[in-house]
């Protein structure tokens, strides 16, 4: 299907017919929409395996049988590891057709992300996505939708605020928050991401402008590869590994590294169902194409809580959090007196859902699934559309949009290129 558009409201039509002269009888419909048997082994198929993909072959209770790339060379690499059992392909469309996969697993560019997303449940597939979990804000409130219609479970990757060591705190995330809503710091809080305190803005995440266009390699299906993100000339720093530093892609280092580090912070300030009012930037003039650098990003919540991004590290004594009675700083120092005793006297918070296998046969939601994901992936794509229009914002959380500002809410939903629209 090389070069060909995609008609996509034609295909989720057509995703469960029988392409061949054998009946193959999904799960599903043997014992309803989500029917999983406890015995069964769920089993998965691998979109994008020249980067992140390659550490998600394998995972807990769960059978790799597919895996696609519109890289030919990705594609050949990885089938040589993975087995004769798996198929390989270059379209993932053809993947979606598959009625013996559960779960898709997406790890592709961003500008992939919801459009996959959003056919993968129309498809009756769970989904496992890379983050950032949306390019836009618009993409990101069509995966939710898509979601509760077609009753498909989520899972955004990343796992910070249910398990592992916090970067530069060096403690789970859960025991920042057992501190925060005790009470010891106060309130409003103030969250600083940086350098100072264990984060860091991979400002590498750049783009370069006037590319000249080189040949597309024969290996790359560079029209799939660019499905519906606008069509421009190729060159290979537009893609692969370097393909961060363009709009039209992600978002730099905010874009890759944003949602990791500030989903948790949504999490442990209690903002799971809301966003900042506010977006203020502090950066150079940005390039239409190529992402460039910032110096400072402030968010602000209609209670008065900030999170600061300091892209300069300028700020030498920042603590990590910050409130009128305490602070807790990187390598979890504190001023709040016997911190840990404060800690262990405290009851856990609700139990989640850390493993997506769990998720997809109890079809209960995973710990950060599409509805709080989405709203840590809008605190990213404020920043983006701030930077990227170099001024303030105002913000409405309910309406999910920006206040007296049409040039931003353009922004929100982005034109997609062919067919591709959703």
């Not at 940005?286 to 992402?291: F, R």
């Amino acid at each position: 299907m090389k070069n060909k558009p995609s008609n996509r409201r034609n295909f989720v039509k057509k995703t469960m017919a029988i392409a061949t002269g054998i009946t193959i009888i999904p799960r599903h419909v043997m014992g309803g929409n989500n029917f999983i048997a406890p015995s069964d082994q769920l089993t998965k198929a691998v979109i994008g395996v020249g980067g992140m993909g390659q550490g998600h072959l394998t995972y807990e209770g769960t059978k790799l049988l597919a895996i696609c790339d519109a890289d030919g060379k990705h594609l050949a690499n990885t089938l040589k590891k993975v087995g004769n059992d798996v198929k390989g392909y270059r379209d993932f469309r053809e993947v979606l057709q598959r009625p013996d996969i559960d779960i898709i697993h997406i790890a592709t560019p961003p500008h992939w992300h919801g459009i996959m997303s959003v056919m993968a449940a129309e498809a009756g597939k769970d989904v496992w996505c890379e983050k950032p979990m949306t390019r836009t804000i618009g993409e990101g409130k069509k995966v939710v939708e898509a979601m509760k219609i077609h009753g498909k479970m989520f899972r955004l990757n990343t796992w910070f605020r249910f398990k592992n060591n916090f970067y530069g705190m060096g403690i789970p995330v859960i025991n920042l928050k057992k501190v925060v809503n005790s009470g010891a710091l106060g309130w409003p809080l103030k969250v600083t991401i940086s350098g100072v305190t264990g984060f860091n803005w991979k400002f590498y995440w750049v783009g370069k402008e006037n590319l000249a266009p080189q040949t597309v390699p024969s290996h790359l299906d560079y029209n799939m590869w660019l499905g519906p993100a606008p069509e421009k000339p190729y060159h290979p720093h537009r893609v692969h590994s370097t393909f961060r530093g363009y709009w039209d892609y992600d978002g730099g280092g905010l874009g890759d590294m944003g949602q990791h580090y500030i989903d948790p912070v949504q999490y442990f300030l209690g903002k799971d169902n809301t966003s900042p009012v506010k977006v203020e930037v502090d950066a150079p003039q940005q390039h239409y194409d190529a992402i460039g650098t910032w110096r400072r990003i402030t968010y602000t919540y209609a209670d008065g809580c900030q999170i600061i991004l300091d892209g300069e590290n300028k700020d030498k004594n920042a603590a990590y959090i910050e409130g009128p009675n305490g602070k807790i700083y990187n390598g979890f120092k504190s001023t709040i007196p016997d911190i840990q005793r404060l800690i262990d006297s405290k009851p856990d918070p609700e139990e989640q859902i850390g493993t997506f296998s769990d998720s997809v046969r109890t079809r209960q939601k995973f710990a950060l699934n599409e509805e709080n994901g989405h709203r840590s992936a809008i605190i990213v794509n404020m920043g983006i559309i701030a930077l990227r229009l170099g001024r303030t914002l105002e913000f409405d959380p309910v309406k999910q949009e920006f206040i007296n500002d049409e040039q931003a809410n353009r922004l929100i939903d982005q034109p997609v290129r062919n067919s591709w629209a959703y």
